[in-house]
């Protein structure tokens, strides 16, 4: 009991000096969120998915101060790629910096404008497909995001977008605490590619909820900001149809805390659902990839492929399950996470698991931690390769098949270059 008081005296502190919108449909689905919040509490270090990563900062009533981060004149990730930018600078979203907000077959509109209405197309979205991913592991975080968020993005996808949705995180104060929350439907047959990028604030809550239709393709690539001390958590919860496909790569390099979870959900027969990441650190790094994948229809196949390279003290976390239900038959589920120690400080905790209640399946996890192999090392040096070309080549190999799960060449070899250049810069 003493507990629980403490989770709700933590919570009440947490949502206290936040807004709470009442108006049209959102303010019911906020209204939903927050009850859902206030039964469970927020998370402590003792609930069983967060014993690897302290929540405390992330739970703080103010946000940790974190300083801004200058890259330079270093182009930002995705600026070669014709996409259509929708901008937030702490938070707030920059009409100025962002282009109009007209794509063929898109419908883009503003969460904080489109919540007022009294009927809406989201309103049968908005915190649905969150309030599924809470069973059967509670998800706190997400609910607070749902009840609070401040702003984001209703996209409604009805053809093949011409161009990506890029969304633009801009950090420029020092104690910024941001909510977003995205909402994305696919009709039957669409297609969208919807980028990411930026550290967006010293403390970020994101939560996107995407519905996939029967035989639409969703495509998620996300780079998170190099600002070190900033720290996030983000939830990306999606549901695919019938046929359909769902995509999602997370390049993380530097931050204090990151916590990104993905929890999806393989509603209809022959759906495809990936989700991939790859993440560099150094020193106070603490990264935390933790997904949970659903099986409920026929034929479906789903991937999770997470690589860490970690050194000087740098913690890495992964916990996956993969969920088939009873019925689920044909089921193709794999699951690999991996880590790079670069020293004998950094650790890497994983916590795999396969929940399987379907008899004519093919599923498979493996997770692995370890040194640099030093007899390719050795092979590389004997060619004549300098010694810090060798390892970084050897980096850029174990990440490989992470990043080999963006379709989008182009965008696959930026994301390369970059690990490379912070590979460069951290050179031991």
Same mark, same amino acid.
């Given at each position: 009991?003493?507990?629980? #008081?403490?989770?709700?005296?933590?919570? &009440?502190? /947490?949502?206290?000096?936040? +807004?709470?919108?009442?108006?049209?449909? =959102?303010?019911?689905?906020?209204?939903? !969120?927050?009850?859902?919040?206030?039964?469970?509490?927020?998370?402590?270090?003792?609930?069983?998915?967060?014993?690897? *990563?302290?929540?405390?900062?992330? *739970? !703080?009533?103010?946000?940790?101060?974190? &300083?801004?981060?200058?890259?330079?004149?270093?182009?930002?990730?995705?600026?070669?790629?014709?996409?259509?930018?929708?901008?937030?600078?702490?938070?707030?979203?920059?009409?100025?910096?962002?282009?109009? =907000?007209?794509?063929?077959?898109?419908?883009?509109?503003?969460?904080?404008? &489109?919540?007022?209405?009294?009927?809406?197309?989201?309103?049968?979205?908005?915190?649905?497909?969150?309030?599924?991913?809470?069973?059967?592991?509670? /998800?706190?975080?997400?609910?607070?995001?749902?009840?609070?968020?401040?702003?984001?993005?209703?996209?409604?996808?009805?053809?093949?977008?011409?161009?990506?949705?890029?969304?633009?995180?801009?950090?420029?104060?020092?104690?910024?605490?941001?909510?977003?929350?995205?909402?994305?439907?696919?009709?039957?047959?669409?297609?969208?590619?919807?980028?990411?990028? @930026?550290?967006?604030?010293? /403390?970020?809550?994101?939560?996107m909820e995407v519905e996939v239709g029967a035989g639409a393709r969703f495509h998620h690539i996300r780079s998170q900001?190099?600002?070190?001390?900033? /720290?996030?958590?983000?939830?990306?919860?999606?549901?695919?149809?019938?046929?359909?496909?769902?995509?999602?790569?997370?390049? *993380?390099?530097?931050?204090?805390?990151?916590?990104?979870?993905?929890?999806?959900?393989?509603?209809?027969?022959?759906?495809?659902?990936?989700?991939?990441?790859?993440?560099? @650190?150094?020193?106070?790094?603490?990264?935390?990839?933790?997904?949970?994948?659903?099986?409920?229809?026929?034929?479906?196949?789903?991937?999770?492929?997470?690589?860490?390279?970690?050194?000087?003290?740098?913690?890495?976390?992964? #916990?996956?399950?993969?969920?088939?239900?009873?019925?689920? #038959?044909?089921?193709?589920?794999?699951?690999?996470?991996?880590?790079?120690?670069?020293?004998?400080? +950094?650790?890497? =905790?994983?916590?795999?698991?396969?929940?399987?209640?379907?008899?004519?399946?093919?599923?498979?996890?493996?997770?692995?931690?370890?040194?640099?192999?030093?007899?390719?090392?050795?092979?590389?040096? +004997?060619?004549?390769?300098?010694?810090?070309?060798?390892?970084?080549?050897?980096?850029?190999?174990?990440?490989?098949?992470?990043?080999?799960?963006?379709?989008?060449?182009?965008?696959?070899?930026?994301?390369? !270059?970059?690990?490379?250049?912070?590979?460069?810069?951290?050179?031991?």
């Amino acid at each position: 009991m003493a507990l629980v #008081q403490a989770k709700q005296d933590q919570l &009440a502190a /947490r949502i206290a000096g936040l +807004s709470f919108r009442r108006e049209g449909w =959102l303010g019911a689905a906020r209204a939903e !969120a927050l009850a859902r919040l206030t039964a469970m509490g927020l998370p402590g270090k003792r609930d069983e998915y967060w014993r690897y *990563t302290d929540p405390t900062s992330l *739970t !703080a009533v103010d946000a940790p101060q974190a &300083a801004l981060f200058d890259a330079g004149d270093e182009a930002m990730v995705f600026d070669g790629i014709d996409r259509l930018k929708v901008v937030f600078v702490d938070g707030v979203f920059d009409a100025a910096a962002s282009d109009d =907000l007209t794509l063929s077959g898109v419908e883009i509109e503003r969460l904080a404008q &489109a919540g007022g209405a009294d009927i809406h197309w989201a309103r049968d979205l908005y915190g649905v497909l969150e309030a599924r991913g809470q069973k059967p592991v509670e /998800r706190p975080l997400a609910a607070l995001n749902s009840a609070f968020a401040t702003d984001g993005v209703m996209i409604r996808v009805t053809g093949r977008a011409a161009r990506p949705v890029s969304l633009i995180y801009h950090h420029s104060s020092d104690r910024s605490d941001v909510i977003l929350h995205h909402v994305v439907k696919l009709e039957d047959g669409a297609e969208l590619t919807v980028l990411e990028n @930026g550290p967006a604030a010293a /403390r970020f809550s994101g939560v996107m909820e995407v519905e996939v239709g029967a035989g639409a393709r969703f495509h998620h690539i996300r780079s998170q900001g190099r600002d070190h001390q900033r /720290r996030a958590v983000t939830h990306l919860f999606a549901r695919v149809g019938a046929g359909a496909a769902f995509k999602s790569f997370t390049v *993380t390099a530097n931050g204090v805390l990151t916590r990104n979870e993905a929890v999806l959900e393989l509603a209809g027969d022959d759906a495809v659902a990936h989700v991939a990441g790859a993440a560099v @650190g150094d020193g106070d790094f603490h990264h935390d990839d933790t997904v949970f994948v659903t099986h409920a229809g026929l034929r479906c196949e789903s991937r999770q492929v997470f690589k860490k390279v970690l050194m000087n003290g740098a913690v890495g976390v992964f #916990q996956g399950k993969i969920l088939v239900k009873q019925g689920a #038959q044909k089921t193709d589920g794999y699951q690999i996470s991996q880590a790079l120690l670069l020293d004998g400080d +950094s650790q890497f =905790l994983a916590k795999p698991e396969l929940e399987i209640y379907a008899d004519d399946v093919k599923c498979s996890h493996g997770s692995t931690s370890g040194a640099i192999d030093e007899v390719a090392l050795f092979y590389l040096r +004997s060619r004549g390769v300098p010694e810090r070309v060798a390892q970084s080549l050897l980096v850029l190999a174990f990440l490989a098949e992470a990043i080999g799960e963006i379709e989008d060449e182009a965008i696959a070899e930026d994301i390369r !270059a970059r690990l490379e250049g912070w590979l460069t810069r951290h050179e031991h």
